[in-house]
């Protein structure tokens, strides 16, 4: 059962023309059409189902810049100011608490990663430092786990995903952005090769930019208009606990399991160290470009060929503005979660924590991840098709970034000095 988020008032007319339609209301399209409306841009969040109801409801709420690759640091950075006045700014509280993040390594070659990430990002602003096992053992009391030492940035901290899209998506209203939701996007309108508006099940929408952030689906819809996309599908089995004792505010990833603590007092908990690989026809059109990745990552994939690859062949990769879309027939992405892995993850974590055996699980749920080869996201401008721009591919870090990759977009659109260096997030790299 997915986590239900606060709902939302959204609009059910759809307008004749607008400056920006966003496709996609997850955190980054939510947030991108918050910074439009506070510019006084005209904006409209077209949504094929419910505002948040796949990965932006269903991540673990961590916000980190904690072991992102040097190049994704500056967003992330960025990411930590707009996190900490998001409060003011939707007037409404997020979950945000700046509580910090750790990350245990059970033995010297998990330990040496920390090291050689922490030496690459020596130049960034950061305020990561290695732990001794004597340090997580006071900061994290009541363990019996054997760890080597860890890493610790502090300044990392945790969001709610129940509360913080909502409160976004409502404050987008209030400055002015219409949110539609049940209403898919098939297609593009074009002009002399130029974004002209876009074609909804309901009917057109003109508009002079278009801003892709539909997550998982962003492929197939851009596979629609001949334009590629690397991205593959991942699934996470999350659970939450009830509100209990624990043994730290800190936020904890151990190889095999991950915690951090919620506002009402329970924990999200999961194996941090699985993933499962559905494979679909993209698993055999794209694997190559992934190679590299598994070779350093296969331990944590759990490859299964099931349903999942009868369900993907059933939706069409090709189809006019004329015809019902894959996104009609498909609207929420709502896979289910793997009991194994949770399993997993309270068998380890109850042995390195053992206040966990209270532990009261309320909910499970599973969360389809866009995973790109490099797991940096794409924002960018799409040079074939002028107008449209693209959020996506945010490989499981979309929430924690959200507002800053969102705010990024918008800056993109307008063609206005940039809140980060956009150049690590173009689409064109995957072609070098």
């Known amino acids: 059962m997915a986590p239900v988020i606060t709902p939302v008032s959204s609009s ?33 969040v077209l949504e094929k189902g419910r505002i948040a109801a796949e990965q932006s409801s269903r991540n673990l709420g961590w916000v980190r810049k904690m072991s992102r690759s040097a190049p994704d640091v500056p967003l992330a950075l960025a990411t930590d100011q707009l996190w900490a006045q998001m409060p003011e700014r939707v007037g409404a509280d997020v979950g945000y608490r700046q509580a910090g993040i750790m990350y245990v390594a059970r033995n010297p070659a998990e330990m040496h990663q920390h090291e050689q990430w922490l030496s690459s990002v020596r130049d960034l602003p950061l305020d990561s430092r290695l732990l001794s ?8 009391p009541g363990g019996q786990g054997r760890w080597v030492g860890g890493i610790y940035t502090p300044s990392d901290g945790r969001a709610e995903p129940t509360l913080a899209n909502s409160a976004i998506a409502q404050a987008a209203i209030k400055k002015g952005a219409l949110i539609i939701e049940n209403c898919a996007v098939r297609t593009l309108s074009l002009s002399a090769g130029r974004v002209s508006g876009v074609m909804t099940e309901r009917g057109e929408i003109r508009c002079e930019q278009v801003l892709l952030a539909g997550g998982l689906w962003s492929r197939r819809f851009l596979s629609n208009q001949g334009i590629s996309l690397l991205t593959l599908p991942l699934v996470a089995s999350v659970m939450r606990t009830a509100p209990m004792e624990g043994p730290t505010d800190i936020a904890v990833g151990a190889p095999n399991f991950s915690f951090r603590k919620r506002l009402d007092g329970g924990f999200t908990i999961t194996q941090r160290g699985a993933l499962y690989a559905p494979l679909m026809l993209d698993s055999l059109l794209l694997g190559m470009h992934y190679l590299p990745t598994l070779r350093a990552q296969w331990n944590n994939v759990r490859i299964s060929l099931g349903r999942e690859m009868v369900s993907d062949l059933m939706l069409a990769r090709r189809w006019k503005a004329d015809r019902i879309s894959p996104f009609e027939y498909l609207r929420t992405m709502d896979p ?18 053992p206040v966990f055996k209270n532990a009261v699980i309320q909910q499970s749920w599973g969360g389809m991840i866009d995973v790109t080869p490099d797991s940096l996201p794409v ?9 449209l721009t693209l959020a996506s591919g945010f490989s499981g870090h979309g929430f924690g970034t959200g507002p800053a990759a969102g705010q990024l977009a918008a800056d993109l659109i307008l063609d206005t000095p940039p809140l980060v260096n956009p150049s690590p997030y173009r689409l064109d790299r995957f072609q070098k």
Do not use: Y
């Not at 096992?133 to 994290?140: F, S």
């Not at 289910?336 to 924590?353: F, Q, R």
């Open 379 to 387: 924002i960018c401008p799409i040079d074939k098709i002028p107008g």
């Open 133 to 140: 096992a004597a340090q997580i053992n006071e900061m994290v």
């Open 336 to 353: 289910p979660c793997v009991p194994a892995l949770n399993k997993e993850a309270m068998t380890n974590l109850i042995a390195a924590w």
């Open 12 to 44: 059910t007319e759809l307008p004749a023309s607008t400056t920006v339609v966003i496709i996609g209301a997850g955190i980054v399209g939510l947030s991108a059409a918050l910074t439009l409306a506070e510019r006084g841009i005209p904006v409209v």
